[in-house]
């Protein structure tokens, strides 16, 4: 028996989890169940983070958990759940396989088989936001050297097990040279291990065009955090709706299961949503319980279901299916043919041994840090730039003012009249000499900056790493 800890969440929650509990019970998986609340209901008695302390408690100790989508209220300062749970236990992969039941479900892309898999935990999300100046608020992307090691190695890992042929790699360091170019630069270090698996690299603007019109292409995909959550999204629609995928969450203790689409408050209480997508993420959760044998009996039964055209509104279309049925008839469709192998859609045989082979981070020794000058935020909506720079001229030291740059675009020296400007300034200070910066230099600057009147709103110091520079240069620069 396995403990597993369960949510009904919001919206269609509660009716997709009785649905998926019902046929998980008829299949006798081996589950003891523990109920947790978490959602709106917990958000709205003022727990802003929509879960208690019960809760994480009982999450921990069974380290399984199946989660119904839940709704986060807009505004009131509510952290999403969702984003908080994934980090909180460690939940780095985020993996969601999305592939066609041509012709039986209608999609564009009948050959489509794909995974995408997900960073889970920071990019973006890491929800480190402020507002600087009047007109400028920013979001820090942070991407760690481990975060993408441990991604890139699980689905490299995941490519192994499951026999896929190829992984692809989705960034943008064309523009995000550092961030993005470190994901970029540690899956070509991984894939270099995995010698009989394919990889290739996409930006992600045409890779993910490719991806919604050509599905076949891919295989296994791996990308930051919030590429991973849109790319997503999309790769389980045009396999033929959103509410077919289910999702898995998985960290070195923990792994949370669910679909992955959301509580969809439109259809919420009217037996119509498909319970598809956490029925999935379920199976996902007995395969990495070890109960491949009831995995396998409730995917075939749902396999037979769905090319018997006993289809939800979702993907009820009246040329292939046959019978248009709620969330509950659909569920005991379901069960009613449990024990049964699908005719056309391939049975389900799945790996028994799904341990993949992910070794702990290990830290590399630290490369020599040199300090070569200071990036300061300015709040100023004075004039000229000219007239900012004469001012920043005097907190000079062995670092000189090199650069204004005005969101990124290089407006002084020599800037353009047609650069619309901001409140926002970054004004770069840089050794010339090649020497390191003085430590006391920065400080030095600041408190001149006080006394000038301007007002530095962050800094940013700039250091190389082993002889390599750590930050980007200014566009145009
Ligand atoms: P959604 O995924 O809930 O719904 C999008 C569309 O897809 C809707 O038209 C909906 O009716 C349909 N749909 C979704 N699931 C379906 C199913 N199983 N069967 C049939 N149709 C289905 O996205 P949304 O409307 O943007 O978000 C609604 C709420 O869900 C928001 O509060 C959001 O924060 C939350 N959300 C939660 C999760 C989660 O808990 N993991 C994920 C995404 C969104």
Redo the contacts with the bound molecule.
Sequence with gaps: MQKVTFAK?D??GPE?MDATMKILKAANARIEWEEIQVGEQVYLSGNTSGIDKSAWESIRKNKIFL?A????PQGGGYK?L?VTMRKSLGLYANVRPCNSFHPFVRTKHPEMDVVVIRENEEDLYAGIEHQQTDEVVQCLKLITRPGCEKIIRYAFEYAKLYKRKKVSCFTKDNIMKHTDGLFHRIFKEIASEYPDIASDNWIIDIGAARLADTPEMFDVVVMPNLYGDVVSDITAQISG???LAGSSNIGASCAMF??????????AGKN??????LLRGAVMMLNHIGQQDVAEKITNAWACTIEEGIH???IYKEEISKQLVGTVEFADAVIERLGKLPEHIKAASFAKDVKLNLPTYKRRPKAEKVLKGVDVFVDWDGGRVDDLAMKLKSLESDIKLSMITNRGVKVWPEGFEETFCTDHWRCRFEVENGHPAHKLSIPQALAKALEVGIDVIKTENLYEFDGVRGYSLGQGQ
Excluded: F, L, M, R
């Design positions: 969440g919206g269609i997709i989660k989508p839940i709704t986060t999403s969702n709706s959103v509410g669910e679909a992955i689409h959301g509580s969809a408050p439109d259809i119509i949503a498909n319970p598809s997508g939800t509104a979702d």
